[in-house]
């Protein structure tokens, strides 16, 4: 298959928003923009994509180059995106002591990793909610703080016994308070995504943030988190964000203590983050041919929808196992239905999650 070639505002966006662009590369690249350049079209993108946080590194150069409307939209979005994150991290401010002091041991994952670790921007990354690793013996008492801290909280409901069973949430416990959400990790890959990487709290790193010990992950754990995190929805091909490549350009993807398919998915994320910063990108690649359809925003090709649904329908355990999780796939008990669809008969509340029937709530 022959090898894909990305729109000249794409190339662009990716070369703008690399964290690494020196003011001579950004103004070189900016200078070299052309009048058939597609401005609404870039910018479009670049929001879509969690991209456009990282399109002012050199904002004295960015103010001359880009037009009016395209940087009040990209200084719009930075501004959004950090005063959302904001509220988020005082919580965490507020919150972290409170779970120190009922000796609850917890870690912070992802974005607020990065950023307490890295000191990532909250102008530059969009962090939506606030990821929290602790031991699955801490999630009654993490369930009583978060509820009397006045947190709405909603536990995992199993399709069936067996789902619980053999396919159990990495993610069994979620908080909402206004707009500040918390996913509540007890491991780092649900049992259906079929990746094994040990968190322990042996690993991590204490960080002193204005008086309050922040717990994060190790550099070597955090890099081997985030990158089989990407590979997940990369193999997946679906719930994709830009800004989980440029996540990994600071990251160690050590491969120390995995397992050899964890490794392997590590190296064919290297292998992929190459081709994306040289911008080499080959259809035969799944990674590859995804990245570029999530880029331009099309529809998902026949040849990758196809590739979606045999990896939705993959068998996650033996055959006797398998046939009964699909069985309970089809017809799942009732509770599980009445928290998507509310109240109302089983065969009408699973002809609705089948999409028979039209969805009001």
């Not at 040289?278 to 590859?288: H, K, L």
């Amino acid at each position: 298959m022959s090898k894909q070639v990305l729109r000249a505002e794409l190339q662009t966006l990716l070369q703008l928003s690399h964290p690494k662009i020196s003011l001579e590369a950004f103004e070189t690249t900016l200078r070299s923009i052309t009048t058939s350049f597609d401005w609404t079209y870039f910018v479009e993108r670049a929001i879509a994509t969690n991209l456009a946080g990282y399109l002012l590194p050199h904002p004295e150069i960015a103010e001359k180059y880009y037009p009016d409307n395209v940087l009040q939209k990209i200084k719009s979005y930075q501004q959004r995106i950090q005063l959302h994150s904001s509220f988020l991290r005082e919580e965490i401010l507020q919150l972290a002591p409170k779970l120190q002091a009922a000796n609850i041991p917890f870690a912070l994952l992802k974005g607020w990793d990065l950023h307490f670790r890295q000191h990532i921007s909250l102008k530059k990354r969009q962090i939506s909610d606030i990821d929290i690793y602790i031991e699955p013996s801490s999630l009654n008492a993490l369930n009583q703080l978060l509820q009397k801290e006045g947190f709405q909280t909603f536990g995992v409901v199993y399709k069936s016994k067996w789902h619980q069973k053999l396919l159990p949430q990495h993610a069994p416990l979620h908080a909402i308070k206004g707009a500040i959400q918390l996913d509540i990790h007890t491991d780092a890959f649900a049992a259906v995504h079929q990746i094994k990487l040990q968190l322990n709290f042996e690993n991590c790193v204490l960080l002193d943030v204005n008086g309050v010990q922040i717990p994060v992950l190790s550099k070597k754990l955090s890099g081997q988190f985030l990158g089989l995190h990407l590979s997940k929805h990369l193999e997946a091909l679906q719930q994709f964000k830009g800004a989980q490549i440029i996540d990994l350009l600071n990251e160690n993807l050590s491969k120390d203590g995995l397992g050899p398919k964890e490794k392997k998915r590590l190296q064919a994320l290297e292998s992929f983050l190459e081709r994306a910063q040289t911008m080499t990108f080959n259809a035969r690649y799944p990674y590859d041919a995804f990245f570029f359809q999530q880029l331009e925003g099309t529809p998902l090709p026949f040849n990758l929808k196809m590739r979606q649904f045999a990896h939705r329908i993959k068998p996650k355990n033996d055959i006797v196992n398998s046939l009964i999780l699909a069985f309970f796939d089809f017809f799942p008990n009732k509770n599980y239905l009445t928290q998507l669809y509310g109240n109302g008969s089983y065969c009408t509340l699973n002809l609705k999650r089948l999409k028979v029937l039209r969805h009001k709530r």
